[in-house]
């Protein structure tokens, strides 16, 4: 108290001294040497006068500056302007911000961000300069100018985004690979190594404008980066030009450097240059002032002789920390001050005694009061500027002004802080709702997502409890999620498990809207209901809740109950809010209007949110289910193929999940992270075969070499019994023409039955097929098929228009001979397109020349099994369709693997497979994957009709050749057989009697070594 008083005397005592010493020296001026007196009075007068000047430019400069700096103070805490840059910057949640401030305050240049990762966000306020529009190319019109820099190495991009006035972009630009890195510049790192203030950089000459100007900065939390101002000088050179100090006088700004911020009116000449060093500027004024800053005087008048006569030069510094220390100079020539002294100094003489009786009592009554409130004035101010609205609005004051002036500042004070205290809130909680609508929007789980919705409208709110409610198909709203605080109930939400309470039914007993119970009604109306307290409510039916609170010995008081809406869409269901609360207590009070709103925009960020995410799983879940029956459809196409596109994505999702366990070796580094993998290594899975849906069924199922539509072995054994009968007819006819001996004749006719059966018999056994047919028996084969027999009957009658086209245009003259077998012209099938179908695919395969060829004796010569080359290839060709269709398709980024992982299960690791003959660093782990799961299933299949279902065991050490011949990954099929999926796929698939023991060590690696 003693401290405060004493600061309160000097301070009085100083205006006092101040007011008597006027009145002293005009008094002695008056009575003595009038001449001195007036000099000296014009002195003080300017001394005065300069002190007055110098304070409110040291004022303008601490008030720009500080403001400056304050707002780099505030950017840097900004929590939005930790978000990273994406894009063009416009979507960043600061950028608004950026531009309201520019907009605000004309002295800014521009605000920007700056980050650790070279990253650059900055908003520059063109506002239709000229200037500013040459320097950036920007459109005319342009207000505002958003300059975004994001992405690394050879994606890095600048972006140029050009606002009109209200906002509007009128153009974009982007650089790539610009080279301004922010971390580069003169204000990052003074700014990162500074601990928690902001920095001021030295004044420089701005590009666009060139005009003066000063960077304020501030270092970003964690040091992520720093926010930035730039503000010109442009309103501290017109405020210093516009200070009157004399007719020929004026104040310079001066920067450490010594160069020239700002100047009076041609107080250094016209011509001078933004920040021209001072000793460069050819003017008497700017001489004097250099001689002046080198004496290193401050803070008073001082007196110097220069090239006019005597000049007044008061020197100020304006300096706070992190920053250069900026120099004012008030100067003019002495004589301004004296010209009118003579005149005055018959007049002051009279006046000294008047002045002694009237104005030194005045001065001394007033005095007190007056300094009291300035002071309290004073310190109140300062208050408010560091957003602190404590302490006590001054007293009355017997002067007018001052009285108004307190008053009036106390009011505003009043208004400032409640309105202060209102945006803080609205702030915090519009935070809170931007960031709650960023996080529903990756939210990919429905449950969590709820929760979440739930939870964020609780927080809003600070409500005890409430409850999400999901409007079903049968039109009743199912409770989701539940959460009480007082009473500790969490059910449903990110657990999964629902409420075990009954919906509410949307309509009555009548089938009419349910307006009785308030959820139904909100839904129903699609209205907000906000209620203060239940048990006054009438227009609802509270019966339920009346219970629940007896039970529970709770009271359910006030309700906010809002629907989920989302844009142009149908009411998905409701949130439901229960008693809102005293921050900081458990008192019940009613929602606030005012928060309501906020609940409703979280609401519908919610609603469209939860319904973008039930629109997205429904579309992948009629994407699984299409793809499933299209797996199906392939399975139940041919029993040869029986179940297998559907059990070949259940081995091979056993065998990822394994492998995405094992942390050491080659499989260390492979595993799938994301639901996102999952799902497309499944979808590749199961369309592993989509290509089979263009194989025709009578080459998939191909038992004999003749069969197409059918077994052709019936034409082939009808022309033997044409030739057996042609040789009973020729042995009657030569009974009846007794020209030979009957015995002979009959022995003739049995040896050519013999022989007829025996090589029916022999191509019979070719027509089935086997692992290898001997060359002398296609020999046979080749002297059998020349046998001939006569056709009588026109062989292209009853043809489709097709297969005519085939067959040449000179028809024989009948009756013809025709060769027992033959590989006749139109048993040959043009390939559609040539060999041209599959260019651009990369498939290495040999692809024959015709898509079919029908030759009896060219199938019947097949050396093993019953497949021509043609239908080998047209079997083999379902991998490439397979792989045409999937890439023909439009992926997502996220299932562009999808082609990959469908279109390799028939590669090997040494580049034997087909159809493009990739090695193992052409496979990633899930092709290899597909490769073991397509093999294995197709050993232990049992519901194949053409073969018998093989053992575990044996289908083990199949698999194990497949492995010895670097077929597949050996270290897939170690981990295959030690994981033990073998057998748990065995039990799901396998018949019982097919299960038997496998010496699992034999086959692995270490084993084998």
Avoid at 324 to 350: E, W
Wanted: glycine residues 8%; hydrophobic residues 40%.
């Amino acid at each position: 108290m003693g401290g405060s008083k004493r600061l309160r005397l000097r301070f009085h005592v100083s205006i006092t001294s101040a007011i008597l010493a006027v009145i002293v020296v005009v008094t002695l001026a008056a009575i003595g040497n009038v001449y001195y007196s007036s000099t000296k009075a014009a002195q003080q007068s300017a001394a005065t006068l300069f002190s007055e000047i110098s304070s409110r430019v040291l004022d303008q400069v601490d008030r720009q500056m500080g403001d400056t700096l304050t707002l780099a103070a505030l950017g840097g805490r900004l929590p939005a302007g930790l978000e990273p840059v994406v894009g063009d910057g416009l979507a960043h949640p600061v950028v608004p911000f950026l531009i309201d401030t520019l907009a605000q305050d004309q002295s800014l240049y521009s605000l920007y961000f700056g980050y650790e990762t070279g990253d650059f966000l900055q908003v520059i306020a063109a506002r239709q300069d000229a200037r500013v529009l040459a320097a950036h190319k920007a459109p005319e019109n342009t207000g505002m100018i958003v300059r975004a820099i994001s992405g690394q190495g050879e994606d890095r991009t600048q972006y140029w985004t050009f606002l009109d006035p209200s906002g509007a972009v009128l153009g974009t630009q982007t650089d790539a690979k610009p080279g301004y890195d922010p971390r580069a510049r003169g204000w990052y790192k003074p700014a990162q190594d500074s601990v928690d203030k902001p920095v001021l950089s030295a004044p420089y000459l701005f590009n666009s404008l060139q005009q003066p100007g000063i960077t304020a900065s501030r270092r970003l939390p964690g040091q992520v980066g720093v926010f930035g101002v730039d503000i010109t000088l442009a309103d501290l050179n017109g405020f210093v030009g516009g200070q009157r100090v004399s007719a020929n006088g004026g104040i310079v700004l001066l920067d450490d450097k010594m160069r020239v911020l700002a100047a009076g009116r041609s107080l250094l000449g016209e011509a001078t240059a933004p920040l021209a060093p001072l000793a460069e500027i050819d003017a008497p004024l700017a001489r004097v002032l250099t001689g002046m800053l080198g004496a290193g005087r401050r803070d008073e008048a001082t007196f110097v002789e220069g090239e006019g006569g005597t000049m007044m030069v008061r020197l100020s510094d304006w300096h706070v920390d992190n920053s250069l220390p900026i120099t004012i100079a008030v100067l003019a020539p002495f004589n301004d001050f004296t010209s009118h002294i003579r005149n005055m100094q018959g007049q002051m003489v009279a006046l000294a005694g008047l002045v002694m009786l009237i104005i030194l009592p005045a001065a001394l009554m007033f005095s007190g009061r007056l300094s009291a409130t300035v002071r309290t004035l004073a310190a109140e101010a300062e208050r408010v500027r560091h957003f602190d609205f404590s302490g006590q609005a001054p007293g009355d004051s017997v002067i007018q002004e001052f009285d108004s002036l307190a008053q009036a500042f106390g009011s505003m004070k009043e208004s400032l802080a409640q309105k202060a205290k209102a945006l803080e809130i609205a702030q915090v909680k519009l935070e809170r709702l931007v960031g709650l609508g960023i996080a529903m929007s990756s939210e990919r789980d429905s449950n969590k997502l709820m929760e979440m919705i739930l939870m964020g409208a609780k927080d809003l709110t600070n409500a005890d409890g409430g409850t999400l409610y999901m409007r079903t198909e049968e039109d009743t709203l199912r409770f989701q999620i539940l959460r009480n605080d007082t009473l500790g109930v969490a059910v449903g939400g990110a657990s999964g498990e629902l409420p075990n309470i009954p919906a509410v039914a949307m309509k009555d007993a009548e089938g009419k809207p349910n307006h009785r119970n308030v959820v139904s009604h909100c839904v129903n109306s699609e209205v907000t209901v906000n209620i203060v307290d239940a048990y006054d409510a009438s227009q609802f039916d509270f019966s339920g809740t009346k219970i629940f609170d007896e039970r529970n010995g709770y009271r359910s008081q006030s309700f906010l109950t809002v629907p989920l809406k989302p844009r142009g869409g149908d009411v998905i269901g409701a949130l439901q809010l229960i008693n809102a609360r005293v921050p900081g207590t458990n008192d019940i009070i009613p929602f606030d209007p005012g928060i309501q709103s906020f609940v409703e925009a979280l609401s519908a960020q919610a609603a469209t949110a939860l319904y973008n995410r039930q629109l997205l799983d429904a579309q992948e879940e009629l994407m699984d289910s299409m793809i499933k029956i299209i797996a199906g459809a392939i399975d139940a196409k041919s029993p040869y193929t029986g179940g297998h596109c559907e059990r070949v994505p259940e081995l091979a999702l056993m065998l990822a999940e394994e492998a995405g366990k094992v942390d050491s070796g080659p499989l260390a580094d492979f595993a799938f992270t994301t639901e996102e993998e999952w799902r497309e290594f499944k979808i590749g899975a199961w369309l592993h075969d989509c290509g089979k849906v263009v194989t025709p069924e009578y080459v998939v199922d191909k038992a004999t070499k003749l069969e197409t539509i059918y077994n052709r072995i019936h034409e082939v054994r009808m022309r033997f019994e044409v030739l057996l009968r042609d040789a009973v007819i020729e042995y009657m006819q030569g009974v009846v023409s007794g020209d030979h001996d009957e015995a002979e004749l009959r022995q003739r006719m049995e040896s050519r039955r013999t022989q007829l059966l025996d090589d029916f018999a022999f191509v019979a056994e070719c027509n089935v097929g086997g692992e290898f047919m001997a060359p002398d028996k296609v020999e046979r084969l080749k002297q059998i098929a020349q046998h001939t027999w006569v056709r009588t009957f026109n062989d292209r009658l009853g043809l489709s228009h097709e297969e005519l086209k085939r067959f040449p245009a000179e028809e024989p003259q009948l009756p013809t001979l025709e060769k027992l077998l033959d590989d006749k012209s139109w048993h040959i099938i043009p390939r559609p397109g040539g060999k041209e179908r599959y260019a651009g695919f990369g498939f290495n395969v040999n692809i024959p020349d015709n898509l079919y060829n029908f030759g009896e004796v060219y199938n019947l010569s097949v050396s093993r099994g019953t497949l021509s080359e043609e239908e080998r290839f047209k079997i083999n060709e379902h991998i490439m369709q397979t792989i045409a269709m999937l890439e023909g398709l439009p992926f997502p980024k996220h299932m562009k693997r999808v082609p990959e992982y469908a279109g390799t299960h028939h590669e090997t690791m040494i580049g034997t497979g087909y159809p493009r003959k990739l090695g193992a660093d052409g496979l990633s782990v899930p092709s290899r994957i597909m490769a073991i799961a397509d093999i294995f299933e197709a050993l232990t299949a049992s519901d194949r009709p053409y073969k018998k279902a093989k053992t575990l065991s044996e289908s083990i050490k199949i698999l194990s050749f497949f492995k010895k011949d670097k077929h597949i990954d050996p270290d897939l099929f170690d981990l295959f057989l030690s994981s033990g999926v073998y057998k748990t796929y065995a039990e799901r698939f396998l018949l019982p009697e097919q299960i038997d023991e496998v010496p699992v060590e034999q086959y692995l690696t270490k084993a084998a070594e």
